[in-house]
Nanobody
Framework: QVQLVESGGGLVQPGGSLRLSCAAS????????MAWYRQAPGKERELVAT???????NYANSVKGRFTISRDNAKSAVFLQMNGLRPEDTAVYYC?????????????WGQGTQVTVSA
């Protein structure tokens, strides 16, 4: 069984910062690309940022220059540093990982963590 567990969400004022963490555990042989997605109320889930095993990153235009994705391969973890937060960043943030597990290749998701940006 494979689990992705996110942490670090919360309520922050506009202009503030949060750091999200996601740790993978279970019968994992290797982790390929990792990513963060978000879903705001009434909207579709959207890609926020991705990172490859070698550390190459890609960002949605809406977060470029404000968010930074990173990973710790030794700890099977991915992080999202969010600076300059705006009310439109309010959403549930999900961790995603493409990985090889005991039962084959999986596209795994975390349970989500709420980020609310409000004065």
């Amino acid at each position: 069984q494979v689990q992705l567990v996110e942490s670090g969400g919360g309520l922050v004022q506009p202009g503030g910062s949060l750091r999200l963490s996601c740790a993978a555990s279970g019968s994992i042989f290797s982790i390929y690309d990792m990513a963060w997605y978000r879903q705001a109320p009434g909207k579709e889930r959207e890609l926020v940022a991705t990172i490859t095993t070698r550390g190459s990153t890609n960002y949605a235009n809406s977060v470029k220059g404000r968010f930074t994705i990173s990973r710790d391969n030794a700890k099977s973890a991915v992080f999202l540093q969010m600076n300059g937060l705006r009310p439109e960043d309010t959403a549930v943030y999900y961790c995603n990982a493409h990985l090889k597990s005991l039962i084959g290749d999986l596209n795994a998701w975390g349970q989500g963590t709420q980020v609310t940006v409000s004065a």
